[in-house]
Nanobody, 122 residues
């Protein structure tokens, strides 16, 4: 089993920045990829970004390209999501996920965190 704990959410004005962290523990050697998803009120959960654990290849949904950066610290078993130039439409609960495949589909991830709220005011 792998446990994931997110942190770093909060309230920020449009144009501001936040950095989310996700610390993994347990059988972390089994992780191949980690990702971030988000779910806004009344909407389905959607893919935001992903990173392969060993090589560090990164993937982003189009709406965050150029504004968000995913990175990882293998020594700390932690993945980060740096979010710049935040917009009100980025408001959502952000979830960290880990699994054996890099991708944008939820079924590709086996473990999920509890989520952290990000609210962007206009």
């Amino acid at each position: 089993q792998v446990q994931l704990v997110e942190s770093g959410g909060g309230l920020v004005q449009a144009g501001g920045s936040l950095r989310l962290s996700c610390a993994a523990s347990g059988r972390t050697f089994s992780i191949y990829a980690m990702g971030w998803f988000r779910q806004a009120p009344g909407k389905e959960r959607e893919f935001v970004a992903a990173i392969s654990w060993s090589v560090g290849n990164t993937y982003y949904t189009d709406s965050v390209k150029g504004r968000f950066t995913i990175s990882r610290d293998n020594a700390k078993n932690t993945v980060y999501l740096q979010m710049n130039n935040l917009k009100p439409e980025d408001t959502a609960v952000y979830y960290c996920a880990a699994g054996w495949h890099t991708g944008s589909r939820q079924y590709q991830y086996n473990y999920w965190g509890q989520g952290t709220q990000v609210t962007v005011s206009s």
